[in-house]
């Protein structure tokens, strides 16, 4: 057996270190594709990074607009209730175009990066603990919630018009702003508003409610962009 052994002990050296090549070969290939993968995963981040910002500034127009239209809405109640109806038709047809038509914009994510992420499998490779919750919280909780809140005030805004327009008729026209459709001005050309109906509890408590819908999509544009500025900090984390 000791003979055997003495005899093929070349070969077995041979076969030890073929052996010992292909596993640090295979070694070394993980090395390679885990320090590529986690190049690829930092590239996104970075890119991410970029996303958050343009994220941040629509967070912030859509809150400037939302502010416009809760004042709006502030100036119509606070007309009724205080029985002043010193607002000119004008002003009213002007405050009332403002709060129907851009109280339900809604703000959308930019989820590809962070799909990106996902279904690269770049989420395993993340470090920062911090990182990974405020991917969740921003991607999966909030932005969940943002549309189911958005669907929400759709809905009501869409039923309280067909209400409204059948007393108050408006006609406007946009002047077009830099920024897109949504934060042009509307301006009235025609207007016709039933001052009985401006002067009833249906129509007060249609502006009530779309007020109330309004603030309540503001504290959600909060918690956005509450979100969008904690990941923007753990991102950094995770790249350091």
């Given at each position: 057996?000791?003979?055997?052994?003495?005899?093929?002990?070349?070969?077995?050296?041979?076969?030890?270190?073929?052996?010992?090549?292909?596993?640090?070969?295979?070694?070394?290939?993980?090395?390679?594709?885990?320090?590529?993968?986690?190049?690829?995963?930092?590239?996104?981040?970075?890119?991410?990074?970029s996303i958050i910002e343009n994220e941040r500034t629509q967070i912030k127009n859509i809150k400037d607009l939302q502010i416009r239209c809760?004042?709006?809405?502030?100036?119509?109640?606070?007309?009724?209730?205080?029985?002043?109806?010193?607002?000119?038709?004008?002003?009213?047809?002007?405050?009332?175009?403002?709060?129907?038509?851009?109280?339900?914009?809604?703000?959308?994510?930019?989820?590809?990066?962070?799909?990106?992420?996902?279904?690269?499998?770049?989420?395993?490779?993340?470090?920062?603990?911090?990182?990974?919750?405020?991917?969740?919280?921003?991607?999966?909780?909030?932005?969940?919630?943002?549309?189911?809140?958005?669907?929400?005030?759709?809905?009501?805004?869409?039923?309280?018009?067909?209400?409204?327009?059948?007393?108050?008729?408006?006609?406007?026209?946009?002047?077009?702003?830099?920024?897109?459709?949504?934060?042009?001005?509307?301006?009235?050309t025609y207007f016709n508003i039933d001052k009985n109906y401006y002067k009833s509890n249906e129509f007060l408590g249609d502006l009530n409610q779309l007020k109330s819908l309004v603030e309540r999509y503001l504290n959600?544009?909060?918690?956005?962009?509450?979100?969008?500025?904690?990941?923007?900090?753990?991102?950094?984390?995770?790249?350091?």
């Amino acid at each position: 057996m000791i003979k055997l052994f003495k005899d093929n002990i070349k070969y077995i050296l041979q076969s030890i270190v073929v052996l010992l090549s292909v596993l640090l070969s295979f070694y070394i290939d993980s090395i390679r594709v885990n320090n590529q993968n986690a190049k690829y995963k930092n590239e996104l981040v970075k890119d991410l990074q970029s996303i958050i910002e343009n994220e941040r500034t629509q967070i912030k127009n859509i809150k400037d607009l939302q502010i416009r239209c809760r004042n709006a809405a502030d100036e119509l109640i606070y007309d009724i209730t205080q029985n002043s109806y010193k607002l000119s038709d004008r002003e009213i047809a002007e405050k009332l175009l403002l709060l129907t038509e851009r109280g339900s914009v809604s703000f959308f994510s930019q989820s590809s990066l962070y799909e990106e992420l996902k279904n690269t499998g770049s989420t395993r490779l993340i470090k920062s603990d911090n990182f990974r919750y405020a991917l969740s919280n921003t991607y999966n909780n909030l932005n969940q919630r943002n549309l189911a809140v958005s669907r929400i005030i759709d809905d009501y805004f869409f039923g309280a018009l067909a209400r409204i327009n059948k007393k108050i008729i408006i006609f406007s026209k946009d002047e077009k702003s830099s920024e897109g459709y949504v934060y042009s001005d509307l301006v009235p050309t025609y207007f016709n508003i039933d001052k009985n109906y401006y002067k009833s509890n249906e129509f007060l408590g249609d502006l009530n409610q779309l007020k109330s819908l309004v603030e309540r999509y503001l504290n959600m544009l909060d918690k956005l962009d509450e979100s969008y500025k904690l990941l923007k900090i753990y991102s950094e984390e995770e790249l350091n």
